[in-house]
Structure formats: C-alpha cells, structure tokens
C-alpha cells in the first residue's frame, strides 16, 4: 500500500496562492488514481480534485475549484500537486490527498483507499 504525506499549507489571505504536495512512498503511484478532499470544520469531507495515471492524466474538479486550482503530477518525483489560485475564506480545511488504483472520479466513484493525514489551509478575508 503507498503511504502519502501532504505539505504546504498554511495561512494566507483571500485572493492568496498555496500549492499543496503529496508525497508518496512505499511504492510507485503513477499507475493510481490521486485525488484531494478537503473538510472544513463542522463539514463533511468534499471531493476537491483528481487526476488520472493515464490518457496524460485526466483531471476532475469540483464546480466550486474550477478555474482556480489545478492538480498535476510529478511520477519522477513520485509526487502530486494542488495549485490553489484566489483562495477564498471558503476553502479554509483540512486538504487531504488519497490514492488508489481502482477509483473513477469522473462516475462519482471517490472510494479511495490510501489517505493522507492532511493539511490544514486557512484563507482569512
């Protein structure tokens, strides 16, 4: 099973930029669906974006990061990034970064199996 670990969050202004890393180890994950989620407190986790290991890597977003983040990935460097552009006091949570082999974002499919611990993003106005 791979082993993932988030990074660069933190506190920013709204309007702000953070691009978050997840780093995998344990295995290669270029042939694993990775996705981000987010939970703001009092919420339920949110799917936020996902990309695929194959086709170049297809990209899913929610409708409410489109336009604003973008997920890419590294396979060299074994790791996935989430570049957050004009962050809003509504994307303050928890980021979170999952993988698996078998999932299918773009059916609604987020059954992800390997987590992160998260890292926390806090856009304040």
């Known amino acids: 099973q791979v082993q993932l670990v988030e990074s660069g969050g933190g506190m920013v202004q709204a309007g702000d930029s953070l691009r978050l890393s997840c780093a995998a180890s344990?295995?290669?994950?270029?042939?694993?669906?990775v996705g981000w989620f987010r939970q703001a407190a009092g919420k339920e986790r949110e799917f936020v974006a996902a990309i695929s290991w194959y086709d170049g890597g297809t990209t899913y977003y929610v409708d409410s990061v489109k336009g604003r983040f973008t997920i890419s990935r590294d396979n060299v460097k074994n790791t996935v990034y989430l570049q957050m552009n004009n962050l809003k006091p509504e994307d303050t949570a928890v980021y979170y970064c999952?993988?698996?082999?078998?999932?299918?974002?773009?059916?609604?499919?987020?059954?992800?199996?390997?987590w992160g611990q998260g890292t926390q993003v806090t856009v304040s106005s």
């Open positions: 344990g295995r290669t994950f270029s042939d694993y669906f």
């Open positions: 999952a993988a698996d082999r078998l999932v299918a974002p773009g059916k609604g499919d987020y059954n992800f199996n390997s």
